[in-house]
């Protein structure tokens, strides 16, 4: 079964500056999608960006972009120019492609934007 | 377009209760899945489905039942809710078409057992 680990249970920025937030993952698998999702505390869960794991091209959207590491399994998600509506709870989830679009997520890092 | 909602926002039962918690989606999605979210955890998958009349368990299945009648509609049966029950619960839908499709979350109902 696949796992995702996500070791930081909090994380603050100052606000302009940028952050990195870690996820590794475990799987068998050669094929998957991998996702990082942001949940404010109206608890609404926000995809972030989404990674192909075929895809040697790390993703990125607008200022949020990611390291994948497919040998070291490992997804992080840089933001950068940190706002303070960044500020939120951000799972790490897995997706085997093929399957019926059931996730496996992380058990979150708690982002704060200091002003 | 609604999206997904779900009802209610908020409940709060005795040990042994039943009820049901209600899911839609108006965008014609095939596959629909249940989560739990409980403190430290990040979401855990309990049923899904990938269309009307097919439903299958997840990692905690246990405790719940589920259906699938129609396309639009997903409802979570709790038979007899116990304090382990405790947590928020998120609907999902998405397209069983081109498998980069995401997951439309609803805004997820916070039940608590007594």
């Known amino acids: 079964a696949q796992t995702v680990t996500q070791s930081q249970p909090e994380m603050s920025v100052q606000e302009a500056e940028t952050v990195t937030l870690s996820c590794t993952y475990d799987?068998?698998?050669?094929?998957?999608?991998l996702f990082w999702y942001k949940q404010p505390p109206s608890r609404q869960m926000i995809l972030v960006i989404r990674q192909e794991a075929y895809k040697q091209q790390n993703a990125t959207e607008n200022r949020f972009s990611v390291n994948f590491q497919k040998a070291a399994k490992s997804f992080s998600l840089k933001i950068s120019d940190s706002q303070l509506g960044d500020a939120a709870m951000y799972f790490c989830a897995y997706r085997r492609r093929g399957s019926a679009r059931q996730l496996t997520f992380g058990s979150g890092t708690q982002l704060t934007v200091l002003p | 377009n609604a999206g997904v909602t779900q009802t209610p926002k908020f409940q709060v039962l005795k040990t042994g209760q039943s009820m049901t918690l209600q899911c839609a989606q108006d965008?014609?999605?095939?596959?629909m899945s249940w989560y739990r979210q409980d403190p430290g955890m990040g979401l855990r998958l309990i049923h899904y489905s990938v269309g009307a009349g097919i439903t299958d368990q997840g990692e905690v299945p246990n405790g719940y039942n589920v259906s699938r009648s129609t396309t639009e509609d997903f409802p979570l049966r709790l038979l007899s809710a116990a304090p382990s029950q405790t947590s928020v619960y998120f609907c999902?839908?998405?397209?069983?078409?081109?498998?980069?499709?995401?997951?439309?979350f609803g805004p997820g109902t916070r039940l608590t057992v007594l």
């Open positions: 999902a839908s998405s397209y069983a078409g081109a498998s980069y499709n995401e997951q439309f």
């Open positions: 799987t068998s698998e050669s094929d998957y999608y």
């Open positions: 965008m014609n999605h095939e596959y």
